[in-house]
């Protein structure tokens, strides 16, 4: 057993079954049965029923909405857009599948050879999720997954059980059979038990610290292991561009989700010359924020979702103080029982800093100021990480230039936190392996043969 707390009152909302040994024994082996029989359903079948998923999710938005809410402190306004937001993604993927699913015929010559590839799923896969966006991170793959054929052994995380419940729950509802989509409950040591399975692949979104376990234990396995980590996302604010418009677009990408997104800005570089105003603005911008209650449709930061991250931003702000930084705003958890800690912003920051080189997942955000592109290029790639960068300046040149020579997966020109279903989303160094989204995140479920055929007379 394991229990669900709601973060904006630290109240417990329910203790939830875990998984064992056995239990995920036998889904296993029901998953590898299940798998045979889905991946022989037609593409518009498959199509059809993950349509129809997300139809359910629609039907039930609001109910959904304040679930996650509860258990994860997503304040209401974001989770009802989470929700809306995985339409595009099925989009996406139903659109393309039957492409990449294609056999292609690549035959160049010869009268009796053909030479074609195909593509198969992988098998019976399994899915480890993080909360922090369960339906985000969870479609992007267990939707491709399913609709290349793959069973799924769906592992949401702890902090997002519930959701996970009805995700599975809806997927049963539209029609994927029982045990080809199978909910796996537990904290780590469940995930772990899921990855000594005789899976077909292990897609895991989540900490890097998790994700290394989860390659050491699997690297005897000869299979794909896919890892989306987390971020250390630098900006970079130019001379030549509008301070306060900058300043209000970095302040949701700072703050939105209460700052705990893969890809929530976590250092911003500005340049000296408008320095002193970007700071006025970031800080003007981010006091309009409403901290609190996440059930109310106003409130645009809640609580953490995890109780002991409060003390990691403590840390960080305490060794931000000792390094010379500035605190403009916040600094400190909130009090009552709920886990708030109050959006933060250091001026005068440095890589000295904690809070400048490990991942804060949380409100708070370090300022640098920096004399041109050069040592805002050098600074931005002094990092583990290399999942997104984003610069604010008026020349598209410039900014190709400059972000051609940073070390991410994705790069942003005059805006951050984001996401496209049809771009690839993809994490460099500590940052992670392969590829989500894009047909790039189709491909990655399925495995491609190679057909050498000869016709030949008797
Ligand atoms: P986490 O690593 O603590 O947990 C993720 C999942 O792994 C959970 O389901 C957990 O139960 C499971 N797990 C824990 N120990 C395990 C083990 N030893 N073996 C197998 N499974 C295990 O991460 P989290 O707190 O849920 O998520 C936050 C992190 O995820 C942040 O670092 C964030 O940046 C990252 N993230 C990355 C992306 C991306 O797309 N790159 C997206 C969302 C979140």
């Known amino acids: 057993m394991f229990v669900v707390v709601n973060p904006a009152t630290g109240k417990t909302i329910l203790e939830m079954q875990s998984d064992d040994q056995k239990s995920i024994e036998a889904k296993m082996a029901l998953a590898e049965n299940a798998q045979k029989k889905w991946q022989k359903t037609s593409i518009p079948m498959r199509i059809g029923i993950v349509k129809k998923w997300n139809d359910l999710l629609n039907a039930n938005l609001e109910k959904l909405a304040k679930i996650l809410t509860n258990e994860t402190g997503k304040p209401i306004s974001q989770s009802l857009s989470e929700i809306r937001s995985v339409s595009a993604r099925v989009d996406f993927f139903t659109k393309h599948v039957e492409a990449v699913l294609e056999t292609s015929c690549v035959s160049e010559t010869g009268e009796f050879t053909q030479e074609e590839i195909s593509c198969e799923p992988l098998g019976v896969i399994a899915n480890i999720s993080a909360w922090n966006y369960p339906y985000f991170v969870g479609a992007n793959v267990f939707v491709p997954a399913l609709l290349m054929g793959n069973a799924v052994l769906y592992k949401p995380s702890e902090f997002a059980s519930i959701t996970g419940h009805h995700i599975a729950q809806l997927m049963h509802e539209a029609g994927v059979p029982e045990n080809v989509f199978t909910l796996v409950t537990g904290v780590g040591d469940v995930g772990a038990m899921l990855v000594n399975q005789n899976v077909d692949g292990i897609f895991f979104t989540?900490?890097?610290?998790?994700?290394?376990?989860?390659l050491q234990q699997a690297r005897e396995k000869m299979i794909p292991v896919q890892l989306e980590l987390g971020g250390k996302d630098p900006t970079y604010v130019c001379e030549d561009i509008n301070i306060e418009k900058a300043a209000e677009s970095l302040a949701e990408g700072v703050f939105y989700n209460t700052g705990q997104s893969c890809c929530s800005v976590e250092r911003i570089y500005v340049h000296q010359s408008v320095y002193a105003s970007f700071l006025e603005h970031l800080v003007e911008k981010t006091r309009r924020f409403i901290v609190g209650d996440p059930a109310d449709e106003k409130t645009f930061i809640g609580p953490l979702t995890r109780k002991a991250q409060l003390s990691i931003l403590e840390k960080q702000v305490?060794?931000?103080?000792?390094?010379?930084?500035?605190?403009?705003?916040?600094?400190?958890?909130?009090?009552?029982?709920g886990y708030f800690f109050a959006p933060t912003i250091v001026a005068e920051a440095n890589h000295d800093m904690i809070c400048m080189r490990e991942e804060s997942f949380g409100p708070i955000i370090g300022i640098q100021k920096v004399a041109d592109d050069e040592e805002a290029l050098a600074l931005m790639n002094d990092t583990d990480y290399g999942l997104t960068a984003g610069i604010y300046c008026h020349s598209q040149t410039r900014a190709r230039q400059f972000l051609s020579q940073v070390n991410t997966g994705s790069v942003y020109w005059n805006c951050c936190d984001r996401v496209s279903p049809r771009l690839p989303w993809t994490g460099r160094k500590n940052s992670g392996i392969g590829s989500t989204l894009s047909l790039e995140g189709l491909r990655v479920f399925g495995r491609v043969k190679a057909w050498h055929l000869r016709a030949v007379s008797n």
């Open 206 to 214: 989540g900490s890097h610290a998790t994700g290394l376990k989860i």
């Open 318 to 337: 305490t060794d931000a103080r000792s390094h010379g930084g500035r605190v403009l705003l916040g600094g400190e958890r909130l009090k009552g029982d």
